[in-house]
Each structure stands twice: as structure tokens, then as C-alpha cells.
């Protein structure tokens, strides 16, 4: 009875886990591919760009959500500018009210913050559209999109342009430039990934 009990239980169990473990093993193998045709892509679509070191690893760890998909790519680029955007302009607007700053320093990181709060502004308008892009509109829709980061992108450097000379902090400047330069090659990756991703509907 023990026995009979124990086959009629163990048995439909044992092949069930067997089961499982088939189906895992199998996804675990078609998942290096799938990562391998999606890094593949991301490293491709990054060479068209200005920066395309800075884009595939930027993008590279998100390979499982843009697969091999123009919109997916753009729309990831784009999240992840806005994400840089967003820390950046919060490290500036903290370090604007550092003490021992020179006057003109602290009118440069002023501009410097506001220039950036409208870049990211700009870049938040943008992700929105994105989301939201319909075929009917998508010529237009696009053409906002591109806009608004083409403005961001020209924000960004106007905020480096405030820390020109040798009027200014050596370390201050260092910083400042080191993260806004960075967030512009960002903004100027995601563009170039937008207007690639427009063009495949023109």
C-alpha cells in the first residue's frame, strides 16, 4: 500500500520536474542568442551615432527590453538621457549652494541649473510623445519629439558654455563639464537614434 502510495505520488512529480527542467534548459539556451542578436543590434544601430562607444554601453545592459526594435532602441536611449538629465541637474542645483563659490561662479551654475531644468523639461515632453506615437500622427508627432531634443541638446551646452576661461574653479569646472558633456553626448546618441528610428517611416 506504502508503495502504491508512494509510486502513484512520486512518479507524476518526478515528471513534472523533469518536464520543467527541459523547458528551463531550453530557454536558457535560446537566451544567449536572443541577448547575443540584441547586443549585436544595440552595437550596430550605436555605430551611427556620434558617440557610439558611450551609446552601446549605455545601452547595452537594457538588450532584453530593446530586442532588435528601432522603437524600442529610441524609446530606451530617451529614457535613459532623461534619467542622466534628471541626476545631473539635481547634482548641479546642490552644488550651486556650496560655500567659497566666486560670484561668477555662482551666476554660471544659476544659468548652468536653469538651463538644465529646461533641458530635462524638454527631454520629459519628448518621452511622453514617444510613448504615445500613432502611425496617423507619427510624422508629427516625430517631428515634436526631435524638436524637444534638439533643444535639450542645445541647453546642455549652453550651460558649458558659462564655464569658458580661466575665471573660473579648476575642480568646479572639471565637474561640471565632466557631467554635462557626458549628458549631451548622451541627449546627441538618443537623437541620432530618433531620427534613425523616424526615417525607417519616411
Request: hydrophobic share 40%; net charge positive; glycine share 4%.
Amino acid at each position: 500500500m506504502k508503495g502504491s502510495f508512494f509510486s502513484s505520488h512520486f512518479f507524476p512529480a518526478l515528471l513534472i520536474f523533469l518536464s520543467l527542467t527541459s523547458y528551463i534548459n531550453l530557454c536558457s539556451a535560446a537566451r544567449p542568442a536572443a541577448d547575443k542578436a540584441s547586443t549585436e543590434f544595440i552595437r550596430t544601430s550605436c555605430g551611427t551615432t556620434t558617440y557610439p562607444r558611450l551609446c552601446y554601453t549605455s545601452l547595452s545592459a537594457h538588450a532584453i527590453v530593446i530586442q532588435t526594435s528601432p522603437k524600442l532602441l529610441a524609446d530606451t536611449a530617451l529614457a535613459v538621457t532623461l534619467s542622466t538629465a534628471r541626476s545631473t541637474s539635481s547634482l548641479m542645483s546642490k552644488m550651486v549652494q556650496s560655500h567659497g563659490l566666486k560670484p561668477r561662479e555662482v551666476a554660471a551654475m544659476q544659468d548652468c541649473v536653469e538651463q538644465l531644468s529646461d533641458s530635462v523639461d524638454q527631454l520629459r515632453r519628448a518621452m511622453g510623445e514617444m510613448t504615445q506615437i500613432k502611425g496617423s500622427k507619427f510624422g508629427l508627432m516625430m517631428n515634436d519629439i526631435q524638436t524637444w531634443v534638439s533643444a535639450a541638446l542645445t541647453d546642455e551646452d549652453t550651460c558649458t558654455d558659462g564655464f569658458a576661461g580661466n575665471a573660473m574653479n579648476g575642480n568646479l569646472k572639471t565637474i561640471v563639464r565632466a557631467r554635462v558633456v557626458n549628458m549631451a553626448h548622451m541627449t546627441s546618441n538618443a537623437l541620432g537614434l530618433i531620427n534613425s528610428y523616424a526615417s525607417l517611416h519616411n
